[in-house]
């Protein structure tokens, strides 16, 4: 997002199957921050049923979607002008982003 945003260096753009998989991502990312101190500043209900939950921590933003919402939403075209970077499944925790 670097040089298109002002706002954040990254957002991370991630997909559930359900409802309650986008709320156990959301909860699961929370907590496992929360281990290394590094705390969101988003409200976010425990259940949310919007199909939608974003997590912000400053320099990087969280969209966690249920699939048809991502699609409907389309963030990656809305900021199609910021370099994409794909993290592979089963990264290592916290893998070191480009600078």
């Keep these: ?7 954040c260096d990254y957002f991370v753009i991630l997909s559930g ?3 309650r998989q986008v709320n156990a991502v959301s ?5 496992n921050l ?3 101190g590094i705390r969101s500043f988003s409200k976010i ?6 199909g939608w939950v974003v997590l912000d921590f ?3 933003i969280v969209h966690i979607f ?9 963030l990656e075209r809305l900021w199609s ?11 290592k925790k916290y893998p070191k982003l480009p600078s």
Excluded: H, T
């Excluded at 997002?1 to 706002?7: D, E, P, T, W």
């Design 17 to 19: 199957n359900s409802l």
């Design 81 to 91: 002008d910021a370099k994409k970077i794909r993290i592979p499944p089963y990264a």
């Design 45 to 50: 209900k425990r259940q949310d049923e919007s």
């Design 66 to 74: 249920y699939k048809p919402m991502r699609e409907f939403y389309s």
């Design 58 to 60: 400053l320099s990087v």
């Design 1 to 7: 997002m670097r040089g298109v945003s002002n706002f």
């Design 34 to 36: 929360e281990q290394d």
């Design 27 to 31: 909860e699961a990312i929370q907590e």
